[in-house]
């Protein structure tokens, strides 16, 4: 996450896991946590559903265990999603599906959702299927107020606690570099989803309800 003014930028984010069915749900996770961040929640669900039908694609074309990439980016008005897999020579395919299909429904479903925006980049050695959803234009302003205050507060003193780095910058929220603030944010969200989890908690259903909390104190600002 990175600060400008008080105010939240969307930098490209790069990341690495394995096509196999566990890690996608813990991708939806993580995607989830990085939209809410970026000021996007009502893209949430539509951006996981695009996601699992790409990485699926993945698994059942190319192999479970296919080391694959997601890159995200917000690309003018549109929010793009890459999935890259090392397999050039297998395609996603655009079936009419219908109710007796077995095949073809993923991709229908991504046509469906990003108004037929997506293709396919080949490489020598790799494919990238990638797609975009419309989003809003980036809100202007300065986002203030003591919960901003105390987040700032929260991510310096992680990163104080996670490098060397932080330990040296400690107490100089002014200097936190942009890239860092975004990776301790990261770390702190992930960090208590582990705890509720570990505790007995759902963290799909306290991060909705934490969701639900800050889309109606953003209504409340005038």
């Known amino acids: 996450m990175l600060y400008v003014s008080g105010r939240v930028g969307r930098e490209p984010w790069l990341h690495m896991f394995t096509a196999d069915p566990r890690e996608v749900a813990q991708l939806r996770r993580m995607l989830k946590l990085r939209l809410i961040l970026w000021g996007l929640p009502d893209h949430v669900d539509a951006a996981q559903i ?8 993945v698994i059942q074309h190319v192999g479970e265990g296919t080391p694959t990439k997601l890159r995200m980016e917000v690309a003018g008005l549109y929010l793009r999603l890459e999935v890259e897999d090392p397999d ?7 079936l009419a599906a219908n109710c007796a299909s077995e095949s073809g ?3 229908a479903l991504v046509d469906a959702m990003t108004d037929h925006r997506w293709g396919v980049i080949l490489r020598s050695d ?4 990638w ?4 989003v809003e234009a980036p809100a202007c302003g300065k986002s203030s107020g003591p919960r901003v205050t105390r987040a700032e ?3 310096e003193l992680y990163g104080s606690w996670c490098s060397p780095r932080g330990r040296a910058t400690a107490g100089r929220a002014s200097l936190l570099n942009r890239a860092a603030a ?5 770390e702190v969200m992930a960090d208590v989803l582990h705890w509720l ?3 007995g908690h759902d963290p799909d259903d306290v991060l909705d309800r934490a969701q639900t909390h800050f889309e109606a104190e953003i209504g409340g600002v005038t």
């Open 131 to 134: 797609c975009e959803l419309a």
């Open 105 to 107: 429904r993923g991709m």
């Open 197 to 199: 989890r570990a505790h």
């Open 50 to 57: 695009c996601v699992s039908e790409l990485a699926t694609n």
């Open 88 to 94: 050039p020579r297998v395609w996603p395919t655009l």
């Open 182 to 186: 975004e990776e301790a944010a990261i």
């Open 153 to 155: 507060a929260i991510f």
């Open 126 to 129: 790799s494919k990238v299927v």
